[in-house]
């Protein structure tokens, strides 16, 4: 699920946007690794058919990234929770995964695109931290 037009399985714009808990729109590029389970394959197929992927993978993982995003605010994404985020979104899509056939190995965010407007806030907001932490090594 990505940004760039010619990148994935999905031609176009397929990055995930999403609303965090202070309201704001990020969006979110990643991939998505996964196997079919071998004894599963023939269930898999008969009850969801070739396209498993645009049937199950897609839209169970934009769900649940969608579900988790809610709990950070848009800055935490892109700096100290990032880690935590791609984790509980790992766990809780692994288990569907698992009932449906498919084993889920990595869940990789690739970028994290934050509002235009959010940036240059960044920037000021992290200029005075950089001068403490510089000052405390002396």
């Known amino acids: 699920m990505s940004n760039v037009h010619d990148e994935g399985d999905k031609m176009g714009d397929d990055a995930?946007?999403?609303?965090?808990?202070?309201?704001?729109?990020?969006?979110?590029?990643?991939?998505?690794?996964?196997?079919?389970?071998?004894?599963e394959g023939p269930r898999l197929l008969r009850e969801t058919g070739a396209d498993?992927?645009?049937?199950?993978?897609?839209?169970?993982?934009?769900?649940?990234?969608?579900?988790?995003?809610?709990?950070?605010?848009?800055?935490?994404?892109?700096?100290?929770?990032?880690d935590e985020f791609q984790n509980k979104i790992f766990k809780s899509i692994e288990k569907d995964f698992t009932s449906r056939g498919l084993i889920l190995e990595q869940l990789l965010i690739r970028n994290i695109t934050l509002p235009s407007g959010l940036k240059p806030l960044l920037k000021i907001k992290s200029a005075p931290n950089k001068m403490l932490i510089k000052c405390s090594l002396f």
């Not at 988790?68 to 990032?82: D, P, Q």
């Open 16 to 39: 995930i946007r999403v609303l965090t808990s202070d309201g704001l729109e990020v969006t979110l590029d990643l991939t998505v690794l996964f196997r079919i389970i071998p004894s």
């Open 52 to 82: 498993f992927v645009n049937k199950i993978v897609r839209p169970l993982t934009r769900t649940k990234i969608r579900d988790n995003a809610v709990y950070y605010e848009a800055v935490s994404l892109f700096s100290g929770k990032r």
